[in-house]
């Protein structure tokens, strides 16, 4: 029996991604917040917050050597099971792959500076200036590697001559018309993404230990940061969803099962298709999708059926669509909740249902920055490289990929059960409280050997 080996190209490709975009958005993520605690540790001179920092920071150091396997995987599986896309747009794309690597190798490099100098420095602000350029390398990862999936959704910066990429303009390729709204997002959900795993570990050790001061001072300052980067997400995405409106119509009509074009055009949410692709048990939400899209209750959206039915986008967006909004709002929503709690002072924010909530949000955090992406992926279909290479096209014709792909599963089972394993062995049995009695006992020790006899 003949292999589809475009199938099996999509598979390992998708295994790939989905493991990858935990480790990746991490590492986006959890450099800012470990910045924003060594600043507030700083300023307030609360060690507390110092630990902050230097717990993440131990357990980042993970999360990246993690990344760093998945990421090389990611990029061989591009020459290997993608070659005809290679051949084709590589001289394009290869000023961003490149910057990629230099972002990382210019973070990794600071970052071990500032996981070795701590209390080296008379002054401790310079320690803490370590973080901001930890922050702009994995920021700098994340736009660099954005922009090649930008310029997959629209293609700029070259001529199209022989079948061939000619003319290319490395610059205008990577900075294309769909960078601006991808980066956005990618980095506020990162960010938000970040801080709900924080928050969340921080309500676990509630919810198992009580309310400890480090636990309690975690939780508050990571759900500040879920709030604010919880709006900034819903701006993006907002952005983003104007961005479709302009550039990739089907796409957004497919996430929105906008069939014929129309002015006013409702927002639908929930629901499904049946046999006559009618949709059945919905919310519509008159005229917000020509809002959304274009800031006009009135203003005409294109419909699907507009477009070829060969290049429409699989209907299942909607439901990826929806997913990822959902969780956007619900982590805006849920810590919303926990400040109105904090300062209504006949609630107390840390009751063991807000706490299971918090300790929920993390998982569903990612799980929203999963869909998004497969919502991003799935919605560019049948495309590789929009309007130039179909997915059929691009990818291998070896029959050795669906060896590939159980060799791949293999190896995430592997990485993720010692990525555990060590976290655990991290982190389970040495709890803050017990590592600041323990820098409490030393430093009282030094104080004692620093006395005149």
Sequence with gaps: MAIDTVLWSRLLTGLTLTFHVIFATIGVGLPLMIAIAHLVGLRKKDKHYLLMAKRWTRGFIISVAVGVVTGTAIAVQLAIVWPNFMQLAGNVIALPLFMEVFAFFFEAIFLGIYLYTWDRFRNPYIHWLLTVPVVLGAAMSAFFITSVNGFMNQPEGFVLEAGAFTAVNPIQAMLNTATPSK?????????????????????????????????????????GAVLLFGILTAIAGD????FLAAHQPEKLAAAEWHFETESGADLILLGWLNAEREIVGALHIPKALSFL?????????????????????????????????GIGFT??????????????????????WLMRAIVCSAPLAFLGVEMGWFYA????????IRGYMRVEEAATTSPSVRVLFFLFLLLYIVLGTLCVFVLRR???????????EEAAKIEEQSRKEGEPR
Excluded: C
């Excluded at 952005?239 to 104007?242: E, H, P, W």
């Excluded at 005409?300 to 299942?316: A, C, I, R």
């Excluded at 849920?334 to 609630?347: A, D, H, P, T």
């Excluded at 991290?426 to 600041?436: D, I, K, Q």
């Design 377 to 384: 992926e799935l919605g560019r279909q049948p495309w590789m």
């Design 426 to 436: 991290m982190f389970l049995h040495n709890p803050a409280e017990a590592e600041l």
């Design 239 to 242: 952005v983003s969803a104007k």
């Design 183 to 223: 980066v956005f997002h990618v980095l506020s959900s990162a960010y938000l993404t970040g801080a709900s795993l924080l928050a969340g570990i921080a309500a676990f050790s509630i919810l198992r230990k009580g309310a400890s001061e480090y636990s309690k001072k975690a939780l508050k300052l990571m759900m």
């Design 331 to 352: 982590l805006v929503a849920l810590s919303l909740l926990y400040f109105l709690f904090v300062l209504w002072k006949k609630r107390n924010e840390y009751n063991r």
């Design 293 to 325: 899209a274009f800031g006009d209750f009135n203003a005409e959206v294109t419909g699907l059926n507009e477009f070829p039915p060969d290049e429409h986008p699989p209907l299942l967006v909607h439901y990826l669509f929806d997913l990822m909004a």
